[in-house]
Each structure stands twice: as structure tokens, then as C-alpha cells.
């Protein structure tokens, strides 16, 4: 039976914008922006340079570090520069420009029978194809699914909550692409050795859990839990939590409590790369919003301009106040839409200037609620003092680095504090000092 984890919200959701609507494939581009560095880990290095002609699939960056990811085209053309260009993430970021000949030329590696094909082979196949958590972390898969020497994996998670408001992608990949899901999820469950997989799953998402029960009904080490709807419920250890009732403790990894987690989209990337030998070079993308004329969720060749599929969608009905991509509790608010569609791109979140409020912050009045709806039992309060104050000593106390940057906290905080904000820059001052 599946538990609850402690703290989280209930945000509105919004989902009923694109929920219903079948996945679309995106209009093919005439240009992408493909950036080298679109994953956790060391950027991958160019292959390519300008003249050069590239096909869909082609490889372009090289992975050369063990933490790291291959790049490949996502459009038959023309490589039209090497050079640093606007990047959602990282602000800027050297990116492989190709100008699309329109013809759509693909270039595949050769692909396995799934039920057969060696672990070993699969990895190299994961690894061949530049396979990142789709989920929006984006950390290489072939790293994530090599388990260190004496670890082993009793219990596999299949992340299908997509618990972000308004993103519905694994949703719809659930329902519309059910066999090549379940399918990575068996290659997965089979290279990990795995005795027993779930597919985890909000309730709230019906069709999902039909569609995916249905599909393994006669699994007899494969099971789908519905689960009760709260954010954040796709976060690994509070999965694992739901659905096993297993604490990871602080600083610890799933893999120290027997499990792997991976998201739904990242099952079909390795189903395919096997299956069909595709390098991963489209994703499903939500695009919505209230002032998005036609919101859906589109299949997007990654380097795609995020502005070009706005205006795929119809475009705004009304100024924007701000677009996002991710979702509104862990997505980037963005400055240009010139920005491309990365890996880890989950959605393109517009809102308009009515649907933002700008609240001055106001001093802490001590209310205790961010401590309560901390899904991993954090004192956002208390780290918030210590990060103003510059105490990093002191900072390393309260367990900093087992922060989701989930929102939750800010959420519910009566000051307007921006303490996701405040929890990245205490993150990445502590880092500077571990290497300094
Ligand atoms: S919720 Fe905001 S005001 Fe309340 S204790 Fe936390 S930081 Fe302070
Ligand atoms: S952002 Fe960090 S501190 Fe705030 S609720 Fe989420 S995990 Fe806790």
C-alpha cells in the first residue's frame, strides 16, 4: 500500500489546458541552436564544423568525460557556425548551428531486439545515443545506470507523477506511447537486474494508470500505484518513500537503499535508441498557459527555438509577463525567446502580465510554515538566516545540498521571501569553497 511522504503542497494545477489533446509532431525548423552542454556532467566537445553536412542523428558533440553525454543533429543541413549563443540554463553556451536542407535525411545506428540484447550492449547503446534523465535533470543515463562495484538494485521505479502543475508530457506519453514505454522500462528493469519494478503514477492521471496496468497485466514482478496527488510526489526520495516506504537518508542516493528512479521519458529514449537505433534528438515539450492560443504538447527537435513553438501553438493571446521553461515551481524564467529547446526542456510555461504578482519581501515572521512543508525535513528558515548572513560555516549544518529546489517553501511563505533563490546562491557559495 502506498504511504505518503511528509510536507509538500497542493498547488492548482492547470493541466486541463493540454491534458486531452494528442501529442503533435513539431513543424520541422529551418534553423537549430544545438547546445554542446545541455546535460549534468563535463559539455561534450564539437565534431563538427562550419560547411560540414549533418543528417538527423548525426554526432556533433563528443562525450569524452565519464560524466558527461554525446550531441547529436536534429536536422539534415548544413552546420552554419560553432559558436556561444543563448542558452536556457547556463545564459550563454557554446551551441552547433545547422540550417536545415528541409529534406529530413536521417542517420541511425543499428538497432537490437529488445528482449535479447546484452546489458552490456544496452549501455553502450544509452550511451551511443546521448540518453539523459528527461525529467528535467538531465543527468547521462549510461553513467546513472552503471552501478558502482558491490551495489546492487532490488527495486526499480518507473517516475510517471509528472507532478509539476501544468506539464503533462509523461502524461501523454503514458497514454499515446504505452508499449515502447513499458518496453524501456523492461530493458531498464533487465540491465539492472532488478527483481521488481512500479510505475508510479498521480491518481489524478487516469487514463495513464489504465493504459499502463493494462499493458502490464500479466507482469507478475511489474506493478502500476496510483498515488495520491501532491506535489512533489515525482521527486525520487519522496517516490521511494510513497511507494516503499524507504528513507534515502541525507546525502545519500537511491541506489544506497536498493532503487534506481527514472522518468517516463527517458524509458522511451532507451526503448527507441535500442528498438529503432534513434539517437535522442526530439522530446515532447508542453507549451501552455492561459495566453497560449492553441496549448499542446508538441514532439520538438532539440535547438528549436522556443519562440518558434509559441507560435506553432498560435502565439499569445496577450503580452507575456513571463515564460518559463520547466514548469512554475522548479522552471526558468527566461529573458529571450531565442533560447532553444535543450534535453531537458519539460515545457515552455507562458503567463501573462495579470497571472504574476511582484510582492516586496518582508521580514520573516518566524510562522514555521516553509519548516512544514519541507518534503525533506529541511529548516528553510533557518538556512534562509544563514545564507543572508554569509555564515557558510554554519550553513553546512543543515544538510544545504539535500535541498530539491522544489519551491514548496516559497510557496507558502507569507513574507515573499525568495528562498529558492537564497538556496541556490548558499549551494553554489558552498561549492566554490569545497574546490577553493
Ligand atoms: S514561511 Fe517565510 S515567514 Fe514563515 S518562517 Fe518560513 S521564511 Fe519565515
Ligand atoms: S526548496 Fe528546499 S528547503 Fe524549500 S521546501 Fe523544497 S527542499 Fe525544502
Redesign the pocket.
Known amino acids: 500500500m502506498a504511504q505518503v511522504f511528509n510536507g509538500g503542497i497542493h498547488p492548482r494545477y492547470f493541466r486541463e489546458l493540454t491534458r486531452d489533446k494528442p501529442l503533435r509532431e513539431a513543424k520541422l525548423p529551418g534553423e537549430v541552436v544545438i547546445p554542446l552542454s545541455q546535460h549534468i556532467g563535463a559539455p561534450a566537445e564539437p565534431v563538427v564544423k562550419p560547411g560540414d553536412m549533418v543528417k538527423v542523428g548525426t554526432l556533433i558533440g563528443r562525450s569524452s568525460k565519464f560524466i558527461s553525454a554525446s550531441v547529436h543533429s536534429s536536422l539534415s543541413g548544413r552546420v552554419t557556425a560553432v559558436e556561444s549563443r543563448p542558452h536556457p540554463v547556463l545564459g550563454n553556451a557554446l551551441a552547433v548551428v545547422i540550417e536545415g536542407d528541409g529534406k529530413d535525411e536521417h542517420e541511425l545506428f543499428s538497432s537490437q531486439d529488445p528482449e535479447n540484447v546484452s546489458p552490456e550492449e544496452v549501455k553502450k547503446l544509452i550511451l551511443q545515443a546521448g540518453i539523459v534523465g528527461l525529467g528535467g535533470a538531465a543527468f547521462p543515463a549510461h553513467v546513472k545506470l552503471t552501478l558502482p562495484e558491490g551495489k546492487k538494485v532490488d527495486t526499480f521505479i518507473l517516475n510517471g507523477a509528472e507532478c509539476e502543475p501544468y506539464l503533462t508530457g509523461d502524461y501523454r506519453i503514458m497514454v499515446e506511447r504505452t508499449d515502447d514505454v513499458v518496453g524501456g522500462l523492461k530493458i531498464i528493469k533487465r540491465i539492472l537486474k532488478a527483481e521488481k519494478a512500479y510505475v508510479g503514477i498521480e491518481e489524478d492521471k487516469a487514463e495513464a494508470v489504465k493504459s499502463m496496468s493494462e499493458a502490464l497485466k500479466n507482469e507478475k514482478s511489474i506493478e502500476v500505484i496510483p498515488l495520491k496527488v501532491k506535489y512533489p510526489q515525482g521527486g525520487e526520495k519522496q517516490l521511494i518513500k510513497t511507494i516503499l516506504n524507504r528513507e534515502v537518508p541525507g546525502g545519500s542516493l537511491p541506489l544506497d537503499v536498493g532503487c534506481m528512479v527514472s522518468n517516463v521519458g527517458t524509458a522511451l529514449s532507451v526503448y527507441e535508441a535500442v528498438s529503432f537505433g534513434k539517437p535522442l534528438y526530439r522530446r515532447v515539450v508542453t507549451v501552455t498557459g492561459a495566453i497560449v492560443k492553441n496549448p499542446v504538447n508538441l514532439l520538438a527537435r532539440i535547438g528549436t527555438r522556443i519562440g518558434d513553438l509559441i507560435e506553432e501553438c498560435g502565439g499569445l493571446s496577450e503580452n507575456a509577463g513571463k515564460v518559463i521553461t520547466g514548469g512554475p515551481m522548479m522552471g526558468l524564467a527566461q529573458y529571450s525567446l531565442d533560447v532553444p529547446v535543450i534535453k531537458g526542456t519539460t515545457g515552455i510555461l507562458c503567463l501573462g502580465e495579470k497571472e504574476i504578482s511582484f510582492h516586496e519581501e518582508l521580514p520573516c515572521i518566524r510562522c514555521a510554515r516553509?519548516v512544514d512543508?519541507?518534503?525533506?525535513g529541511?529548516l528553510?528558515t533557518e538556512?534562509r538566516k544563514k545564507v543572508k548572513a554569509g555564515h557558510w560555516e554554519e550553513l553546512k549544518d543543515y544538510s544545504l545540498s539535500d535541498?530539491?529546489?522544489?519551491?514548496?517553501?516559497?510557496y507558502v511563505c507569507p513574507a515573499y521571501i525568495p528562498?529558492?533563490h537564497l538556496?541556490k546562491l548558499g549551494k553554489s557559495e558552498l561549492q566554490r569553497i569545497r574546490q577553493s
Open positions: 516553509c512543508v519541507c518534503p525533506m529541511l528553510p538556512m535541498c530539491l529546489e522544489c519551491g514548496c517553501c516559497q528562498l529558492v538556496f
